[in-house]
């Protein structure tokens, strides 16, 4: 007896077929609509790899900013000590910001990753009417434009601060989120 997988549900507002939108966001097709970045489930993050290679890079610039103050200091040439001593100075802060930022970025991810998979893994794409909903209303109720979705998921992990202007400006119906004290105010 051959196996029957489940047919994807309708959508409640056109009828066409819905895929969930992890399957929607991994189609090398959604490039073109752009669906994978509006409708990604968190804000694109710097890997550790890529920190440790700024990092490295930042060191590098510090001394070479070094050897140029070291060689200033050696030839008593005074432009070459204070350029390099400023140079070193502000490759070793602009490395410090840096590292401290992308280190924040992932793990303001990490800590907000099991809120938005509570919203994003149930959600299901309409390519009809371009709509993100949840069958059965759980954990959110109603159709939402993926710019609602995006700023719905995000500001409810805790990444509302890095929405782009689109999603920014996308207003969540209240009610979206059924709560005993009413949905929580969206960024």
Same mark, same amino acid.
């Given at each position: 007896?051959?196996?029957?997988?489940?047919?994807?549900?309708?959508?409640?507002?056109?009828?066409?077929?819905?895929?969930?939108?992890?399957?929607?966001?991994?189609?090398?097709?959604?490039?073109?609509?752009?669906?994978?970045?509006?409708?990604?489930?968190?804000?694109?993050?710097?890997?550790?790899?890529?920190? $440790?290679?700024?990092?490295?890079?930042?060191?590098?610039?510090?001394?070479?900013?070094?050897?140029?103050?070291?060689?200033?200091? $050696?030839?008593?040439? $005074?432009?070459?000590?204070?350029?390099?001593?400023?140079?070193?100075?502000?490759?070793?802060?602009?490395?410090?910001?840096?590292?401290?930022?992308?280190?924040?970025?992932?793990?303001?991810?990490?800590?907000?990753?099991?809120?938005?998979?509570?919203?994003?893994?149930?959600?299901?794409?309409?390519?009809?009417?371009?709509?993100?909903?949840?069958?059965?209303?759980?954990?959110?109720?109603?159709?939402?434009?993926?710019?609602?979705?995006?700023?719905?998921?995000?500001?409810?992990?805790?990444?509302?601060?890095?929405?782009?202007?689109?999603?920014?400006?996308?207003?969540?119906?209240?009610?979206?989120?059924?709560?005993?004290?009413?949905?929580?105010?969206?960024?």
């Amino acid at each position: 007896m051959p196996s029957q997988t489940p047919s994807p549900p309708a959508c409640t507002g056109c009828g066409t077929p819905t895929r969930p939108v992890a399957e929607a966001v991994a189609d090398p097709a959604s490039l073109h609509d752009d669906l994978t970045d509006r409708l990604a489930k968190a804000p694109a993050t710097a890997s550790r790899g890529t920190t $440790t290679l700024h990092a490295v890079e930042g060191l590098i610039m510090a001394g070479v900013g070094l050897a140029l103050a070291h060689g200033g200091l $050696t030839g008593h040439t $005074t432009v070459h000590t204070v350029g390099g001593t400023l140079l070193a100075l502000i490759a070793l802060a602009g490395t410090a910001l840096v590292v401290r930022n992308e280190t924040r970025g992932r793990a303001a991810v990490t800590a907000g990753e099991p809120r938005a998979d509570a919203l994003w893994q149930p959600a299901y794409h309409c390519p009809g009417c371009a709509s993100v909903s949840c069958p059965g209303g759980e954990p959110w109720q109603g159709r939402l434009t993926p710019e609602q979705f995006r700023k719905l998921v995000w500001t409810e992990a805790g990444y509302g601060g890095e929405l782009e202007e689109r999603a920014r400006t996308a207003v969540v119906p209240p009610g979206t989120l059924p709560r005993p004290r009413g949905a929580q105010d969206h960024v």
